[in-house]
C-alpha cells in the first residue's frame, strides 16, 4: 500500500517527465522494449528520451547508456524511469534509479506478486529498497501511463501500435488498476471524444496505490474529473481527501459479486472488502460507483457539466417512446420528473400542437423541433422554469439541417440557462455525423439512449449533491472520540458484563441482576415488576436461545422452575427485566479494510427474514445515523406499522450514537452484534435486550 | 384491439405486398405523400407502385388513379394501401380501400385517439367500417412498415432519407408502438449489423395490435426472433401463443415508473396493467423483458445463436479485469460461474502460465491467446467441459493479426462445441476493424463490455429456458374451471359469509359462529377450546381492526366484556377458534388488463413492512404456486426462522390452488384478499384468517 501521507508532487513525471529512461530498452521493432520509445516519438514526446541498456549499443536511432546514473552523470535530463527488464533484474533496476535520484519509477515487468509467494518476496523487497532509497514505484505488472498534452506514451499498450489511434486531450483523469482493460476502456473514451489528460495504470500496487494515483490527477492544473476502474479499496482516508478537493470521481469497483470478489482476490492478492462496504464508502466520500466501463465513460461526459441544483428533470423530445423510457429512467435513477409550473404549460400550450404535449415530459412534436424559432422558445420555456434542475432532450432519426437547428438550440438554451442539457439521440451515427461532436462541443453530453443520458445526469446529480457533503465532512463529526477513553470489553466478555459496560457508559440496557437460586430467582422477578426474561449465563454458550437457554415472561410462579432448568444447563441464571412492546432493531460494528463498519437495520426475529440493513464507515453525524434508519424497512416499522404506536426514534438514534463514540476508543478490528435492540413507543426510549462481542483478531 | 383470432395472413402485404397504392400521393420532393414512392424505388422494391390522388395526376413520374378501386379496374395488382391524406379524409380512403377489396391498409395520418375525444371518436368509426368491410388497418398515427427482403419501405421515417441509409436483412422482426423510436432503433440495429427482416410500427393500435403484429411476423418463414417495443400490454394469450412458436421474443415495454406509465397512458390512451403484473406476464410466456433500447438490440443479436443446455458459463480472457466484470455480471443476472472440471483444469494447467488462471474465470494470458494452436486447446479444454454450457471470450485491445486469429479460433470452437460463444471486445473499433463483422458471420455475437455479452447471454439462457416451459403451457393448468361452477360472493359479502363460500368449497377458515348475546359468547369462546378471537361484523366497517372491531385472545372471563364491547359497534359479534402459531400469508386476486393476477407473499402483521409479494396472472399450475412462495421472503419464513417450526407449505400450496379453481367459475373482474392465510407448523394445515372482497366493478 502506498504512503499516501508522501508527496503527490513526486508522481507528476508520471505523466509531465522532463525525461524518460527506459530501462530494458531494445532495438528491435515490435518488442516490448522499443514500443514507448517509437510510442513517445509518435505522438509528439518532445522531452528527452534515454534508452538503457547494459551493453550501450543504439536503439531506434538514439544513443543508449548503461544506466540512469551513467545517463545523468552525461547531463541527459531523467525524471522518470520505464524499467522493462525480468523480474530478476528489477532489483537492479531499481538500485540504478535510487542511485540516480529519480523521484518515481514504471515497473512494468511481470513475475511479482500476481505469479505466487516467490514474486511476492521478491516484489516486497524491491519496494522496501526504493522506500528507502526515496523512490516511489508504480506497478509492477503494469503498462505504464500517458501525459496526454504532452505525448507522453509511457506505455507499451498496442493500443498506441494501432494505425489511426490518436490522443484526445481533455480534462478528465483516467486511473486503471487493470491495463488491458483500462487501455481498453481509453480506446473507447477517445473513439467517443471523450478526452483524457491523464492515464496510469496502477498493475500491482507494490507502492503506488489507485487512490494515490487519483489523487495526484486530481491535483493537476485542468483536471475535472476522475474515471477508475480499480480492484483492490482500501484507503478510504484518501479517497476522502480527493473528493474533498471538489473533483467528481466516478470508480467502476470490480468484485461486486461473490465469484468476481473471489477473481479479485485471487488477481491481486488484496483482501476485499464486501461489496455493500464499498457501496457504503464511496457514497459517505461523495463517489459515484458504475457497474461498467460503457457507464464510466458516460459518467466521465458529464464531468465538465453545470452542476445543477437539485434532481428535478425536464423531458423534451419529438418521440413520445422517448419521452416514456426518459421517465422510466428518471424514476430508476431516484431523480424526479419535474412539475412544469402554470406558467411554463400556458407558454408551452402556445407553441406545442395538440397531438403533443406540454406536461413533462414535454413532446414537441417533430412540426416544432424543425421550426428553429418555435423550439428555441419551447426550450427557454422550460429552461427557466424554476422547478426545473437539469433538461434531457429526446431525439431519434433526424438527418441533416435538422439536426443541426436542434443542436443550435440546444447549445443556445445550454449556455443560457446555465443548467445541465443531456442528450439522448437514438439514431445511426451517419445519419448526424457531426451531432455528437459538435453538441460535446456545446458542453452538451450526448448518449444513444434516453436510459443512458438520465444514468450519466443522475451521477452529474450526486456530483452536486456531494460536494458539500464531502466538504462537511472535512468538519468534525458529531460521533467524535470521548475525552475519557472507555475500556474495550474483554476477549469473551459474556452478555451481561458487555451489557454492564454500555450501561456505565449511558447505552440503556434492562434491569438486571445474577439470582443465586430459585428463591432468589423469585425476588429477583419481583424486583423486574413481576414478569422477567431468564438467561443461561455459560462461559462459551453463544447461542443461548437455540440451546434453550433464555426463558421469556417468567412470572413469580414459574421462577423456580425456570431457574433450575437454566441452572441445569451448567452456569449462572440471569434474571432481567422483561422489555415489550418495542420494535426490534439491530446494531452492529464490524472491521472491514475501509474501517469500522456501522450496521443498523430490522432487527429480532425478523433479522435474517428481512435481511434489511443500512451500512456506514465510521465516523458518521447523528444525522447520518437518523437517515440510517430510512434505508432498510426499520424506519417503515419504528413508524408504526397496523396500528402499532411510533416507536422512540429518537432514542434509538441516541443509542446508536453513543455506541460510535464508546466504540472509537475501542481497538480496531472489534465486532460488536447488539440484536435486538428495542426501540419502545415514543418517550419510553430505547433498550439493548441481547449483545454479543468478538475481540479484535490479532490483537 | 385486434381481433387476434382474425387470419394473420390477412398482414402478410404489410411486409410483401404484390403492390402498393399511396393514397394521398404528392409529386413534391421531399413531401410526405412523395417520400414512400421514392423509398420503394431507392430500395429496389420491385412489385406494383400506384399512387392516388384525386386529379389523376402524375407522380413521382408515376401515373396516379383517382382511387384504388379504380387502379385495381385497370389491372393494377395493389393488395396494401398507405394512407396519407388528412384525417377527415381518411374514412374516405377506408371506404375505398374496402370497395378494392384490400385486406389490409396503414393509416399514416395523425389526428386521431392521440388528439383526444373527437379524434377517438374518429377512429372507432373508422375502425368498425374496416371491420365491417373486411379490412385489417395498421396505425392510424404510424410512420409503416418495411419488408426488408424485398426493398418494401412502405414508410415515410427520415431514416430512409438518409444519405449512407443501407437496409440490412435478416432473421430478425422489429415490432415498435412508437415510430420515432422504432425507425431510430431500427437504424441502430442497422449500424451494428443486426440484420432485420420486417419492421412494423403499429402506432395508435386501433385495430391491429403489437402483439398481433409480433405473431404475423413470427409466422413468416425464415423468422428466428422478435424485438418489439410497446407502451400498452393487454393481449396475454396472443403472446402466449406467439411465445408457443419457440419464435423468442424479446420486449421493451416502456412506462415501468408512475411518472413513464402516466405518460404512457396519455399517449396510447390505453389502461396500463401495473408494471410488476407485465413483469410476470411476459416471464410466465417465455417473453423477455428488457429495459433500454441498446438492450432490445443486444438480445437481438444472440437470438440466433444455439441455445445453451443450462446457466453454467465459462470465462476466457486476457484480462484479469474483464474476467472479473464478467464473473460479476454473471451473478447479477442469475447466471453461475460454471466450476471446472479436474480434467479440464488439469489441461489448462499444460497451456496457461503462472501469471494467468486456469480456473474460471480463465485467465489465458496474451501470450497464449497470441499462440492459434495453444488458444485453440484452451478453448477446446472449456468448451468440452460437460459443466459448462456457454462461453464468453473477453478481450480488449487486439490489433491486425491478432485479433483475425481470435476470430478463427472463437469461429472453430463455436462451431465445433454447438454451445453460445459470446464476445466482450472492450476497445475501439478502429483498432479490430473487420472484427465485428467476422464473429456476426461466424454466430458469435460481440459487445463492447463483459456486462452487455453477459446480460444478453442471460436472455439467450432465458430463452432456451422459457422454450419447454412455453409449450408446458399449452396443457391444460392444473388449476382448471371446476365442473360445478361455484357461485361467486355477494356485492357486499362480509368476512364472514366470505368464509363460509370459501369453507364449503374445500378451503379451511377457523371454526366459527355467531353469538346472540354476552352468555352465548361465552358458549362460544367455551366451544372454541377455552380462546378465542371476537369480530364486529358491522356492513360497511372494511378496516375491522383499526376501528376497535377485533379482540384476540378472548378468554371465559373476558367473553361478556369482549362481546358488550364489540356489539355496541352496531352490528353483531362473531367468535372464531383462535388459531396461532403459524406463519402468515398474503394471498390475493385481483383483476388487471392481462388477466386475473394472483399474489402471494408475506402477509399479516408485516404485509406493508416487507412488502414482498410474488405474482402470476391466471392461470397458473400448483407447481407454479410452490415456485412463487421462494421468489419473496414469505418462503423462509415457512422454512422456519429463529428456532420457529417448519410451516405447512403443501397445505398453503393446496389452499391457493384451491382458491384459483374456485375463482375460475367467477366473474372477471373480482378482487379477493386473504391477509392473513395462516399455515401452521407442517401436518397442521393451513387456516384463512381474514378475507376481504370486492365485487367486479360494472357487471
Not at 545523468?72 to 527488464?85: F, P, Q, S, T, W
Not at 476522475?226 to 479499496?233: G, H, T
Not at 458529531?478 to 451481561?496: I, N, W, Y
Not at 426514534?649 to 446508536?656: G, N, P, Q
Amino acid at each position: 500500500m502506498g504512503d499516501v501521507s508522501g508527496d503527490l508532487a513526486a508522481l507528476r513525471p508520471l505523466w509531465s517527465a522532463r525525461g524518460v529512461a527506459v530501462i530494458g530498452a531494445t532495438d528491435r521493432e515490435g518488442a516490448l522494449g522499443r514500443l514507448p520509445l517509437d510510442f513517445l516519438r509518435r505522438y509528439g514526446y518532445a522531452a528527452e528520451l534515454v534508452p538503457v541498456r547494459p551493453d550501450g549499443g543504439r536503439v531506434a536511432g538514439l544513443d543508449s547508456y548503461p544506466s540512469v546514473v551513467a545517463a545523468r552523470a552525461a547531463g541527459r535530463e531523467v525524471d522518470l524511469a520505464m524499467i522493462m527488464v525480468s523480474a530478476a533484474r528489477v532489483p537492479g533496476a531499481v538500485e540504478d534509479c535510487i542511485a540516480a535520484g529519480l523521484p518515481v519509477a514504471i515497473i512494468c515487468s511481470s513475475g511479482f506478486a500476481e505469479t505466487g509467494a516467490e514474486g511476492a518476496a521478491l516484489q516486497a523487497g524491491v519496494v522496501a529498497r526504493a522506500r528507502e532509497g526515496g523512490l516511489r514505484l508504480l506497478g509492477p505488472n503494469c503498462i505504464g501511463t500517458v501525459g496526454v498534452a504532452t505525448g507522453q506514451v509511457t506505455s507499451f499498450s498496442p493500443l498506441f501500435s494501432g494505425d489511426q489511434t490518436e490522443l484526445v486531450p481533455g480534462p478528465i483523469g483516467f486511473v486503471s488498476q487493470s491495463g488491458a482493460l483500462g487501455y481498453g476502456a481509453v480506446s473507447l473514451a477517445f473513439e467517443r471524444g471523450l478526452g483524457l489528460g491523464w492515464v496510469v495504470n496502477t498493475g500491482n500496487e507494490a507502492d503506488i496505490t489507485s487512490v494515490e494515483a487519483m489523487r495526484a490527477v486530481a491535483a493537476e492544473e485542468g483536471c475535472r474529473g476522475i474515471l477508475a476502474y480499480v480492484e483492490s479499496l482500501t484507503d478510504l482516508e484518501g479517497l476522502r481527501s480527493l473528493t474533498a478537493t471538489g473533483v467528481p470521481v466516478a470508480v467502476l469497483k470490480a468484485g461486486r459479486s461473490d465469484a468476481g470478489a473471489r477473481a479479485a482476490a485471487s488477481h491481486t492478492g488484496a483482501l476485499a472488502a464486501a461489496d455493500r462496504v464499498v457501496d457504503a464508502a464511496l457514497r459517505q466520500v461523495g463517489g459515484v460507483r458504475v457497474d461498467d466501463v460503457e457507464e464510466l465513460l458516460d459518467v466521465g461526459d458529464v464531468m465538465t457539466c453545470p452542476r445543477p441544483a437539485g434532481r428535478r428533470v425536464a423531458v423534451v423530445t419529438t418521440s413520445g417512446g422517448s419521452g416514456i423510457l426518459a421517465a422510466d429512467a428518471i424514476e430508476a435513477q431516484g431523480l424526479s420528473l419535474a412539475p412544469l409550473s402554470e406558467a411554463t404549460k400556458r407558454a408551452l400550450d402556445e407553441i406545442v400542437p395538440a397531438f403533443g404535449s406540454s406536461a413533462n415530459p414535454v413532446d414537441v412534436t417533430a412540426s416544432v423541433m424543425s421550426n428553429g424559432e418555435l423550439f428555441d422558445r419551447a426550450l427557454d420555456a422550460i429552461a427557466d422554469d424554476d422547478g426545473v434542475d437539469a433538461v434531457v432532450a429526446c431525439f431519434c432519426v433526424l438527418t441533416g439541417q435538422d439536426v443541426d437547428d436542434v443542436v443550435s438550440s440546444l447549445a443556445r438554451v445550454a449556455a443560457r440557462s446555465g443548467k445541465p442539457v443531456v442528450v439522448a439521440r437514438t439514431g445511426a451515427d451517419h445519419l448526424a455525423p457531426d451531432a455528437r461532436r459538435r453538441m460535446r462541443e456545446a458542453g452538451i453530453p450526448s448518449y444513444p439512449t434516453p436510459a443512458r443520458a438520465v444514468r450519466a445526469l443522475a451521477a452529474l446529480c450526486d456530483f452536486a449533491a456531494a460536494a458539500p457533503a464531502a466538504h462537511s465532512t472535512q468538519s468534525p463529526p458529531t460521533t467524535h472520540p470521548l475525552e475519557s477513553a472507555v475500556p474495550a470489553p474483554g476477549d469473551h466478555a459474556s452478555e451481561q458484563e458487555l451489557k454492564e459496560l454500555l450501561a456505565a457508559h449511558g447505552i440503556p440496557v434492562p434491569a438486571g441482576r445474577l439470582a443465586t437460586g430459585a428463591d432468589d430467582a423469585r425476588s429477583a422477578v419481583d424486583e423486574c415488576g413481576g414478569r422477567a426474561v431468564f438467561k443461561a449465563v455459560v462461559p462459551g454458550l453463544v447461542h443461548k436461545s437455540d440451546a434453550g437457554g433464555v426463558v421469556v415472561g417468567v412470572t413469580q410462579e414459574t421462577a423456580a422452575d425456570a431457574y433450575t432448568r437454566l441452572a441445569g444447563l451448567g452456569g449462572q441464571v440471569w434474571v432481567e427485566e422483561l422489555v415489550e412492546g418495542g420494535v426490534e432493531a439491530l446494531v452492529g460494528l464490524a472491521p472491514s479494510p475501509l474501517g469500522t463498519v456501522l450496521t443498523v437495520g430490522v432487527g429480532g426475529l425478523l433479522t435474517e427474514v428481512v435481511a434489511d440493513v443500512a451500512l456506514r464507515v465510521l465516523p458518521v453525524s447523528r444525522d447520518e445515523i437518523d437517515a440510517m434508519l430510512d434505508e432498510s424497512r426499520l424506519g417503515r416499522l419504528l413508524a408504526g406499522v397496523r396500528g402499532a404506536p411510533a416507536a422512540d426514534r429518537e432514542a434509538l438514534v441516541d443509542l446508536v450514537a453513543r455506541l460510535c463514540e464508546i466504540a472509537t476508543a475501542w481497538p480496531a478490528g472489534l465486532e460488536l452484534d447488539l440484536n435486538p435492540v428495542t426501540a419502545l413507543p415514543r418517550g419510553h426510549g430505547a433498550r439493548v435486550l441481547d449483545a454479543a462481542y468478538v475481540a479484535p483478531q490479532g490483537d
